[in-house]
């Protein structure tokens, strides 16, 4: 730990936070894993920023009455003091690194903030394996590379558990007879990783790539260098940008029918999308649903004819074209109504739900790096059946890579055949 970072107790908060004169106040919990990555920035910026700035941690849990009072909720919370003022942003969760340095640079005058920034140690590091991607796929990877004993390090710009990590239950994956919380599983996962000796670094902001050099780097300051690297970067689901879409995915808002159908039983559904995706899910939703309504922007839908033919001859599901989302409304603890308007009257409906379902596409994950690849129709990585690109060294695992199926089990299996390749390939 470093010698720059104090530990206080409620006690100490008024004479060592408002009376300390510039401060960070880390409120953190034990047992938790963002509170991990966050440690893995909050010290050495402690000792580039420590003789400028007060740096603080508080335990949450023996300190709960003062973190509720300063409205932290979870851990971990940074809090930024001046002169006994609240400054900058509260920020919690998957904290990175630049979103530290902006609210510390807050604190400090404007002549040190150059002075500060110019005396960051640049760092080199470098493995066997890099895994771009810290979910079901590259977790898979690294555990499996790690117990190779070859050096492993994962990379994620969020925490670890991709879209698995906000999926409410999981209740297909094999070896649990009970379904398990997304978050749970993902957790496991990345923790048997970290047990067989892989590295992470999470949470960070990855500033530059260069796949044919197998050098990233990243939050600007550290610089690894791979043998061979993996993509794992996922797949996300086209948002609609409607409000209440993103609050509240997992709490009414789901992209996945196979994942989340059976939690429906006997309730009546949303579905928004009108191609091949929307139909199809739909007809596998009415196994379970009650009713299934079809919200679609156009007066035809765009599925296939035989899709489509299943969907008319379904009693369960109905259709309301030309119409639009432009609100989804929670109640207790799900979606209860979506706001929909007219598209040709532009009056707004209210429609009355259990559950909304989103098909409006997905998207390979792959902003910065997709124009080295051979990629298929849709933008996601070519492979062969080792998880080969056409980059030598570089492999793609995961619903990043062109696939029949994206489950949770084929992106593990991905993870698996490409780990034990390059274990192979490395050896020999």
């Known amino acids: 730990m470093s010698e720059s970072i104090r530990y206080i107790t409620a006690a100490d908060y008024d004479e060592a936070v408002l009376k300390g004169g510039t401060v960070v106040l880390d409120f953190y919990s034990t047992e938790c894993p963002p509170c991990e990555a966050l440690a893995a920035k909050y010290e050495p910026l402690s000792e580039i920023y420590g003789k400028n700035i007060k740096f603080m941690k508080i335990f949450r849990q023996e300190n709960r009455e003062l973190a509720v009072k300063l409205g932290v909720l979870s851990s971990p919370t940074l809090l930024f003091y001046k002169n006994g003022e609240r400054v900058g942003e509260q920020l919690s969760g998957g904290i990175k690194r630049s979103e530290i340095v902006k609210n510390l640079e807050i604190l400090l005058p404007e002549n040190r903030k150059a002075e500060l920034r110019s005396s960051v140690v640049l760092k080199d590091s470098s493995c066997d394996v890099l895994v771009l991607g810290a979910g079901p796929a590259g977790l898979a990877t690294a555990i499996y590379t790690a117990q190779a004993k070859l050096k492993t390090i994962v990379i ?30 993902m957790h496991h996962m990345s923790e048997q990783a970290k047990a067989a000796g892989a590295e992470f670094r999470v949470a960070v902001d990855v500033t530059d790539i260069d796949l044919l050099r197998k050098k990233v780097v990243i939050d600007g300051v550290e610089t690894i260098h791979a043998k061979k690297i993996i993509v794992a970067t996922g797949s996300s689901p086209k948002h609609l940008g409607v409000k209440g879409e993103r609050e509240y995915k997992g709490q009414g808002i789901s992209y996945c029918a196979t994942c989340d159908g059976k939690f429906y039983e006997g309730k009546d559904i949303i579905v928004v999308g009108g191609g091949n995706s929307a139909i199809e899910e739909s007809l596998f939703l009415t196994k379970f649903a009650n009713s299934v309504t079809i919200v679609h922007q156009f007066q035809k839908l765009q599925a296939n ?28 603890t799900s979606v209860r109504k979506v706001i929909a308007e007219d598209l040709k009257t532009k009056q707004l409906k209210t429609l009355e739900c259990d559950g909304v379902f989103i098909f409006a596409g997905m998207k390979p ?23 080969h690109t056409n980059i030598k060294d570089v492999f793609a695992v995961g619903d990043v890579a062109t696939k029949h199926c994206r489950q949770i089990t084929t992106a593990v299996s991905d993870g698996t055949v490409a780990a034990v390749t390059i274990s192979k390939e490395l050896d020999e």
């Open 156 to 185: 994620d710009k969020e925490l670890p558990g991709g879209q698995v990590k906000v999926t409410h239950l999981v209740s297909n994956y094999p070896g649990f007879s009970e379904p398990i919380e997304g978050y749970m599983l």
């Open 305 to 332: 004819k035989t899709a489509q033919q299943k969907a008319f001859a379904n009693p369960k599901i109905k259709f309301i074209y030309e119409h639009e989302p432009r609100e989804f409304v929670k109640e207790g």
């Open 365 to 387: 994950n792959l902003e910065e790096i997709g124009s080295l690849f051979d990629l298929d129709q849709w933008g996601y990585i070519k492979t062969d059946a080792l998880s």
